[in-house]
């Protein structure tokens, strides 16, 4: 079981690089939902028998995070009419060379991880770290509202997969508040980014300088 | 109980969104904040109310504490007090539609109410998340460049902030995912098994949870979003946040600091703390000094307590009866200074020194409150936190702290120094002619009117009066909050 489970984690850690790699936001968008909506996937690829809460949080997590949410984003992105490119502080190689790094650093800071319970041969605190970081990668290294954004859904995912360490732990109503958060978050985020663009003619978030000391 | 607080507001959240007149709409907020009151009074005369739930499960979940109920009295009485005050202050501001205000205010009051009840440090993160979502419309109140770039930065730097503590939450429970013990997020399962924790785990959450609950109080260096969102928000939202979202967060921050203290750790935890609360009011006395704009310098203030807080709990033991106390008194004249410089922002138009001078002349009352709460604030008796500060000042020379006993000396000094010169030059001299307001569009002018002026009064009052005594109910709420964080009784 643990095999299948590695295999998706890789492909959570390579849709990281896609993420970095890619310059058009729609595609980034794809990426976070597609990434959001395989880990909501994998409990229930993992346990062949769930309750029925399990069911219900990981099917919420499949609709907002694989559907809701990147409907809200691409319409925030139609109604700017922006140019659909994401203009990079650090280049696109530059960031992949970065989320490579962050990646091969979370493997080998894992490794030396006092880890405990059954997980321990499973990929799943190196993937989570590996994923934090790009989402902070993202978040720093992009001038566009909507892709810092997505850089914060790209962390959230890290966080997310930390937390299948911890089915026991985690009451059904602490899983279904953090996702109706995160979704309510997208939903005011991207009011806000709107009237930035509007305020601002742009989503670029350097114009954003008139508040300092 | 629990539930009865948390879904009034949230009911009367739906009916003000449902309601279509903008004039009566702000008077549910008083009715809001009447009703908490009177469940608050119940809850704390009859501990034995809490057994009775009305939804299954509900009692394991929800357990009001003495950390709880002290945070919970701050966040109701001061929302009591804005309730009023909000509701003076928009009928100023009848040019701008109040709906989303009105409803993420009573957002704002469900959410912090439900931090303050639960034992499920998992459903604390949920709340304390639900209420950055809640007050981030606030900040946009007035729909300016300014307060846009406010609200993206309170946002942002808020949002990411709060997941690093969702990570952190995660951490605590990985660490109780040992052979014997219960992995659970559940605050009294935790403490039970806490000497027990994987300590890594329980180090690296603890820090985790210390950033990110610190960027939603305001600790430096993650302050940075606090005077942008302080100073562009209305004075009644900068109060809530100075008063209300602050003390939430440091709450739930307490809840860790129970486990790791209960896991007695509590040297590790003095290590991060104090320098912390240094640095931060090192940061807050740095950016007072000559500081023009009067509403981002309580920001500075509101960064330079939360430092408090942090040293006060960083020395321990004797220092910890000042620092629950503190969070009393300092929610109680940031009230006052936020709602008193909102009216007197509201009187010139601005809110820097270069055009607001001489208030004592043009708005006598405001600019009276505001003259004594800073020196409330800035710890001159005969004023409530006089006495809590001296508490904590007298704990760290009982701890043998001397070396940070003396920086937070220099500290209060250099604030109270930089502070007075902005708040002199405010309140004092000439005020300038009436003059048009410069920019079309602008909202008019206004003085203070009843509802601006007596609620903030009445806090102002409390102030004085816990100075001068504090009475033993509250005395032995905050013995009792000592003792539930792991401190001597």
Not at chain 2, 112 to 133: K, P
Not at chain 2, 422 to 428: D, E, G, Q, R, S
Request: proline share 5%; hydrophobic share 55%; charged share 10%.
């Amino acid at each position: 079981m643990n095999d299948l489970l590695n295999a998706l984690l890789v492909v959570v850690m390579i849709l990281n690089l896609f993420a970095l790699g890619t310059s058009r936001i729609n595609t980034v968008i794809r990426i976070a939902a597609i990434q959001g909506a395989l880990l909501a996937v994998v409990p229930i690829l993992l346990h062949r028998s769930l309750p029925g809460a399990a069911l219900l949080a990981a099917g919420t997590a499949i609709v907002l995070k694989g559907l809701a949410i990147p409907a809200i984003m691409r319409r925030s992105l139609r109604s700017a009419q922006i140019k659909r490119e994401i203009e990079p502080f650090v280049g696109f190689l530059p960031s992949i060379l970065l989320g490579a790094l962050a990646t091969a650093l979370a493997l080998a800071f894992s490794g030396r991880l006092v880890l405990e319970g059954g997980q321990a041969g499973t990929l799943i605190v190196p993937t989570s770290i590996a994923t934090i970081l790009v989402g902070f990668i993202i978040l720093t290294t992009r001038y566009k509202a909507l892709v810092q954004v997505i850089g914060y859904l790209i962390l959230e995912n890290g966080i997310f997969v930390f937390g299948m360490l911890l089915v026991e732990a985690l009451p059904l109503v602490v899983e279904m508040g953090v996702l109706l958060d995160l979704f309510v978050g997208v939903f005011v985020i991207s009011i806000i980014t709107n009237h930035i663009n509007e305020a601002f003619s742009s989503m670029d978030t350097r114009r954003l300088v008139s508040l300092k000391e | 109980m629990a539930v009865a607080m948390i879904f009034l507001p949230l009911l009367l959240a739906g009916l003000a969104a449902l309601l279509p007149s903008g004039r009566i709409r702000p008077w549910i907020l008083p009715l809001a904040g009447l009703g908490q009151a009177g469940f608050l009074t119940a809850a704390l005369l009859d501990p034995a109310l809490e057994g009775i739930e009305l939804l299954p499960g509900a009692s394991t979940l929800f357990r009001l504490d003495a950390p709880g109920r002290l945070t919970l009295l701050v966040i109701t009485g001061l929302f009591l007090v804005c309730s009023f005050y909000a509701a003076g202050y928009l009928q100023h501001r009848k040019e701008r539609p109040n709906r989303v205000f009105v409803v993420g205010l009573l957002g704002f009051l469900a959410g912090s109410t439900a931090v303050c009840w639960t034992r499920n440090l998992g459903l604390a993160w949920v709340a304390i998340e639900a209420t950055t979502l809640a007050t981030a419309p606030l900040i946009y109140f007035n729909h300016s460049k300014r307060s846009i770039e406010a609200t993206w930065k309170f946002l942002l730097v808020g949002s990411v902030g709060i997941a690093l503590a969702l990570l952190g939450t995660f951490f605590l429970a990985y660490s109780a995912l040992r052979p014997g013990l219960v992995a659970s997020l559940d605050l009294d399962t935790l403490l039970a098994q806490a000497p027990d924790l994987s300590k890594p785990w329980l180090h690296a959450a603890f820090i985790l949870v210390l950033v990110g609950y610190g960027t939603k109080m305001g600790l430096a260096p993650m302050h940075t979003w606090k005077p942008d969102a302080y100073g562009e928000a209305p004075g009644v939202v900068g109060a809530i946040f100075a008063g209300g979202v602050t003390s939430m967060a440091f709450l739930a921050f307490l809840r860790f600091y129970s486990v790791v203290a209960a896991a007695g750790e509590t040297a590790f935890a003095s290590r991060l703390l104090v320098p912390m609360g240094l640095l931060s009011m090192a940061v807050a006395a740095l950016f007072m000094i000559g500081q023009q704009d009067f509403k981002r310098m309580l920001a500075y203030s509101s960064v330079e307590h939360m430092g408090i807080l942090m040293i006060g709990l960083g020395i321990g033991g004797p220092a910890l009866f000042g620092t629950m106390l503190h969070l009393v008194t300092n929610g109680a004249t940031k009230g006052v200074l936020f709602l008193s410089a909102g009216n007197i922002h509201r009187s010139y138009g601005s809110k820097t020194t270069d055009k607001v001078r001489g208030a004592l002349r043009r708005i006598p009352l405001s600019a009276s409150l505001f003259l004594a709460a800073f020196l409330a604030i800035t710890g001159s008796p005969p004023f409530a936190p006089f006495v809590s500060e001296f508490a904590i000042l007298n704990g760290a020379f009982e701890a043998g702290r001397f070396a940070t006993a003396g920086a937070f000396l220099l500290f209060l000094f250099v604030v109270f120094v930089g502070m007075g010169r902005t708040v002199l030059k405010v309140v004092l001299g000439r005020a300038p002619e009436r003059e048009p307001t410069a920019e079309p569009g602008a909202p008019p002018l206004h003085g203070e009117g009843f509802w601006t002026a007596a609620p903030i009064l009445l806090l102002m009052a409390l102030v004085l009066f816990l100075g001068l005594a504090v009475p033993s109910p509250l005395a032995d709420l905050v013995s009792d909050s000592v003792a539930a964080i792991g401190g001597p009784r």
